[in-house]
């Protein structure tokens, strides 16, 4: 390899260096949210804050607000389900006790169920409520509010074989039903009717909504992960999140103190977090209006599916239906509520970033994988061997381009001996011998290049999705989102203390065993060929791995784990390209060579 490849690779490297570090210190600004789409929408707010709206046209009123029961004397509903267990409450008929059986807080078996849902009044409380709006002068009196206390009509306990049914009399002809059902995964069907027993005809509205009062406890607030307000409305994904919602509430003087999309057929919004997330689904085809808004009074975030008003006639009966999602973001399981119910673009409520194109394939090629293997760090190996065969025919000009490189290089000497220090002749002789031997002194680089996006989709991916989330490889990888937990500080857990944690000023010192493995094998790697004579190029290489061991020792170890299986697969195909090129690498001498430079440089 000559000095201006060598160069370019060395620029190139550093490039990614710097990349990597601007990546995380000084994140791209958010994108620009969505245009406000203006409604006539007036709003009350009932008990706790949650912001129930009469129907769209209608004239606002303040509404009365309703008692709320001593909660120790609400009963409640038990849910159980093989993937969710809780209860709902009679009060409001609330959604607002839910937990994830097979999800916990961290990979200790006795640790306790991740909790999404949490009941009003509660620290962090987080809910799901429906009900109906009134409109054509009804009064507010006439429908269920958030606090309403419902009968149990019937069922005992919300099962996927047992669904329930809860009902309210107004007293004054109307009565209300709402009929809860699930099935095995995370998915909610209510179905709310009202029977009208009067002599006239009534109009109202049915509506969902989901509100969490203050920010969530876990929020991460990292650029690379979205997390707040998703949906999508008539085909188009929009993200608002939570520190954008407060801005609109602070410009509510201003007349804009909500996210008002009117959407004409399909489309589905609540929040996402990290891992979980709870949306409300109005019936494909259905028109509606998807609302997204902060309360400074109650600090309150709220999401709200408003749908049309519709008129009972007397002795008839008017129904609605809305899913509710609730639960993690499983890929498998979204992706067949996307196709098997008609939920637009479902999959894209998993945060795949600005490289979608990259980093959908890469999942799925990891999720099969995972299935194949049973193990979702031999499936990353998995995929490191597939972008390594997909990438093969271009290594492979890439490494014998080098080949011929080497090969030149007692005639490149020549040149150089030849031109004194005219560079420009110089460049121009060395230009002449590359075209009439054919070799291209930058495709070395080219290789190197397509990592960097492929190395940002993988971070992306590992970070992103659950299915990393407390993923085993092996031994002391119990979680290939986490960082690998071993620490040279304390001899990989031979001495008696604890490795620092992430709050630790040496935590970024705790480097484990896969990072060191990384760094031993970019090291390797460069001992394919010699040492740069240049002092300052040869320091920087061999500083190289080491500063990147420490750069990544606190990244995901699943992506620790992809790089030093890269490098030891490019280590084997350079080697193997060299040698059937008739360059023979001494490995070995080129690793003396570097321990006399370091010496004499000593």
Known sequence: MD?????????????????????????????????????????????????????????SGEAPEAPAPARAEIPRVEIDTPSLFGSLSLAGGRIDDLSLRDYRVTVDDDSPNVRLFIPAGSEHAYYAVHGWRPAGGLSHDAVPG?????????????????????????GAGLIFRRTVAVDEQFMFTITQTVENTTDAEVRLAPYGI???????????????????????????????DYSALMKMAEHEVEGVPAEVIDVSSDGWLGFTDHYWMSTLIPPSGQ??????????VSDTFQTDARLPVVSVAPGATAEASTRLFAGAKEWATIRDYQENLGIDRFVDSIDWGWFFFLTKPIFWVLHQFNALIGNMGWAIIGLTVAIKIILFPLAYKSYVSMSRMK????????????????????????????KREKVNPAAGCLPILLQIPIFFSLYKVIFVTIELRHAPFFGWIEDLSAPDPTSILNLFGLLPWDAPGPDSFFFIFSIGVWPILLGISMWLQQRLNPTPADRTQAMIFNWMPWVFMFMLGTFASGLVIYWVANNVITFIQQYTIMRSQGVKPDVLGNIAATFRRTRKAE
Not at 153 to 169: A, F
Not at 211 to 240: C, K, N, Q, T, Y
Not at 407 to 434: C, F, H, N, V
């Open 3 to 59: 000095d201006q490849s060598r160069n370019l690779i060395l620029a190139t490297v550093l490039s990614f260096a710097v990349i990597l570090v601007w990546f995380l210190l000084f994140p791209p600004p958010p994108p620009e949210e969505p245009a406000v789409t203006e409604a006539e929408v007036a709003e009350t707010v009932a008990d706790e804050g949650l912001a129930v709206p009469p129907a769209a046209g209608e004239a």
């Open 287 to 296: 028109a509606f209006s998807a609302v997204a808004k902060y309360n400074p």
């Open 407 to 434: 090969a030149l290089q007692p005639e490149l000497e020549k040149i150089k001996e030849r031109t004194g220090g005219d560079s420009a002749k110089l460049q121009q002789e060395m230009m002449a011998l590359y």
């Open 210 to 240: 989901i509100a969490r009062h203050g920010m969530p406890p876990d929020l991460m607030g990292f650029f690379i992960l979205h997390e707040g307000v998703v949906g999508v409305m008539d085909g188009s994904l929009s993200e608002i």
């Open 146 to 170: 958030p606090n309403t206390l419902w009968e149990l009509e019937s069922g005992e306990t919300l099962t996927p074989d047992t669904p329930v049914t809860l009902r309210w009399d107004n």
